[in-house]
């Protein structure tokens, strides 16, 4: 049972930055696309980034393209998110995910239903 584990979130002023991290029990580096998902309160939960197995492949929603960046790391099992230039509106908690359906071959999707594996999620609060 692949088990993830995020962390790096907390509390930042708009425009800090902070880096997420999703360390993974164990990550197949050849299987499991990852993405990261956010949910703020009262809203639904909304897809941020994806990265592929391999990082070949990459995606973001629009409101997060040029401000956050994918990576991973598969020899650390970590998958990192960067977010720059943070605005009050991405307070939510963030949750990694990791899947490996036909749809996650050598791509990724920002669809929370095509990822079987969740992480317990890392509170981002960005407030003066």
């Known amino acids: 049972q692949l088990q993830l584990v995020e962390s790096g979130g907390g509390l930042v002023q708009p425009g800090g930055s902070l880096r997420l991290s999703c360390a993974a029990s164990k990550f197949t580096s050849d299987y499991y696309a990852v993405a990261w998902f956010r949910q703020a309160p009262g809203k639904e939960r909304e897809g941020v980034s994806c990265?592929?197995?391999?990082?070949?492949?990459?995606d973001y929603a629009d409101s997060v393209k040029g401000r956050f960046t994918i990576s991973r790391d598969n020899v650390k099992n970590t998958v990192y998110l960067q977010i720059n230039s943070l605005k009050p509106e991405d307070t939510a908690v963030y949750y990694c995910?990791?899947?490996?359906?036909?749809?996650?071959?050598?791509?990724?999707?920002?669809?929370?239903?095509?990822?079987?594996?969740w992480g317990q999620g890392t509170q981002v609060t960005v407030s003066s």
């Open positions: 990265i592929s197995s391999r990082s070949s492949s990459t």
């Open positions: 995910a990791a899947g490996r359906g036909l749809r996650l071959i050598g791509q990724c999707v920002l669809s929370s239903g095509e990822y079987g594996f």
